[in-house]
């Protein structure tokens, strides 16, 4: 997200723009912060000319490690989902992947009205393909394919 970011938005030092990244999981937490990914992972996956302008590789571990422009707009937190939320201001979107397919309806409930509170009105969650709100009671509205939007705003 951030390189797609840094990529199409030309005016992005004069933006409000940061990305919170969340889990649970205080190893997966860990490795998100070192920024680095080996080259069989990202391969397939990430655009060649994305990986030249946004990672450095060591070719001794055949390794990409994230630039500061992208890490200078990502923070990165642990978050229960069903827990506290310690945020002070709302998000514009929210994207969730690959969490609630964990989840019982009843916690997929309280997880998605504890997100909806966070988002902005007029704001977004979008959802990965894999995740669903069938049988979940919200008050989002549904966009299309996994997007819903918080009531109000513009």
């Known amino acids: 997200m951030a390189a797609v970011c840094l990529e199409t938005l030309?005016?992005?030092?004069?933006?409000d723009l940061k990305i919170l990244a969340t889990d649970i999981s205080t190893r997966v937490l860990a490795e998100a912060?070192?920024?680095?990914?080996?080259?069989?992972?990202?391969?397939?996956?990430?655009?060649?000319?994305r990986l030249r302008r946004h990672f450095t590789f060591n070719p001794e571990h055949h390794s990409f490690t994230v630039?500061?422009?992208?890490r200078k707009l990502v923070s990165i937190r642990e978050l229960n989902l069903l827990g506290n939320y310690p945020f002070n201001r709302k998000f514009d979107v929210v994207f969730l992947r690959n969490v609630l397919i964990y989840f019982e309806v009843k916690e997929k409930e309280t997880a998605i009205a504890k997100i909806a509170e966070t988002i902005k009105p007029g704001g977004y969650l979008v959802l990965g393909l894999s995740e669903s709100l069938v049988g979940?009671?919200?008050?989002?509205?549904?966009?299309?394919?996994?997007?819903?939007?918080a009531p109000g705003g513009k």
């Open 136 to 149: 979940v009671r919200h008050g989002l509205e549904s966009m299309r394919n996994s997007i819903y939007r």
């Open 33 to 49: 912060e070192k920024g680095t990914y080996f080259y069989k992972r990202l391969s397939g996956n990430v655009d060649e000319k």
């Open 67 to 70: 630039k500061d422009d992208l």
């Open 10 to 15: 030309p005016d992005i030092a004069k933006l």
